[in-house]
């Protein structure tokens, strides 16, 4: 192992909280391969134009909420359009290389599409130096909105998202099977599950602390396990929601249910739990495949989740629904005993998911680049 002491940039942003923790989870698995790299994270647009970082991610919030279809329309036309033609990320580029030239790193790993168009348009120019460069795609998807020339190495989710890539003419050899990089601490090997004979289920939000079922189903899961505690242990995490957290714990407090709120140690709450009830983000798929626990989701409406919950469906390690009135049901056949052989079924398949991700190489094909 050399000791030469390099810099990588990884370029990364903050819409949704996926690519971030790609982002920190690389930096582990680089650190781990050699101790001595700078490894420095950076937000692309903090890093170009701060002043519109947070107007860009309130934008992209409130489109994902309340807006979905225009938000699908813009994703999905993107989704076979050559990048090339799409120049929006040239606006952040001029600040940038600015920035790179000053941090000077050996190389650059993006978990963002218009980073991933920034590096690209840096390359490109004469008076600049070309730096290895690697993108990171932290959902299911296909969309060419994540490849550009001259791109060095692709980290993808699954082999089937490499052979659709490949299916449209890219190279085989740029590719690697890494699956979303998640902190190494969900790769869980000595899960226990049905502690006490129980089912042990986990509630949670996305990255901004918001649910696919309402408050009003938390209540009605409440006073339906008071009946049932014998069967099921229920914890919810809000996050980031602290609006919430308070209404559970304080202004009508649940009386069996678990509230958490921000929490540190979601790797041993998916080692604790046998299901989960969340948001199908890439990067709580893959900690989920990684900690081995069946993810229960409500049928999305954004792109890359749809993609996600495809993804889900088609591999047999989740249950997807599409109301709350499904969600009690799932509910009913978990505590009457009728869950357990799709349970058993769902395990089976995600330790054949596992299987075919290659997250620990992660470090290995950072290496073989440099």
Partial sequence: MSNINKTILILTAQFGAGHVSAANAIKEYILEKN?????????????????????????????????????????????NFNSKFDITYKIYTPKLTEYILEIKPDLIISTFPSAAGCVHDFNSKKENTPIPCITVITDVVDSLEWIFPNTDMYFVPTYEIKHRYVQKGLNPDIFRVTGVPTDKRFNIKDKVYFKDEKYNVLLMGGGRGLFDFSEDFVRWL?????????????????????????????????????????????????????????????????????????????????????????????????????????????????????????????????????????????????????
Avoid: C, W
């Fill in 222 to 370: 409440d006073d339906f396990n008071e009946d049932f505690k014998d069967k099921l242990h229920i914890t919810i995490v809000t996050g980031k929601n602290e609006k919430l957290f308070n209404n559970l714990t304080v202004k009508k407090p649940l009386k069996n249910i678990e509230v958490l709120g921000f929490v540190t140690n979601m790797p041993d709450l998916l080692r604790d739990n046998d299901l989960l009830v969340t948001k199908p983000g890439g990067a709580t798929l893959f900690e989920a495949i990684n900690a081995q626990i069946p993810i229960i989701i409500k049928t999305p409406k954004v792109g890359q989740e749809i993609e996600n919950s495809k993804f889900i469906i088609d591999k047999g390690i989740g249950i997807v629904y599409n109301n709350e009135s499904e969600l009690q049901e799932i509910f009913d056949l978990m505590v009457n005993g009728d869950l357990e052989h799709r349970i058993n079924f769902m395990l089976e398949n995600l330790v054949h998911v596992k299987k075919n991700i290659n997250p620990e190489k992660i470090g290995d094909y950072v290496m073989e680049l440099l």
């Fill in 35 to 79: 101790p001595n790299y700078n490894v420095v994270i950076q937000n692309f647009i903090n890093a170009s134009i701060p002043r519109i970082n947070n107007p860009m991610v309130k934008m992209y919030e409130r489109n994902t909420k309340y807006v979905p279809e225009l938000y699908n329309y813009y994703y999905y036309a993107k989704k």
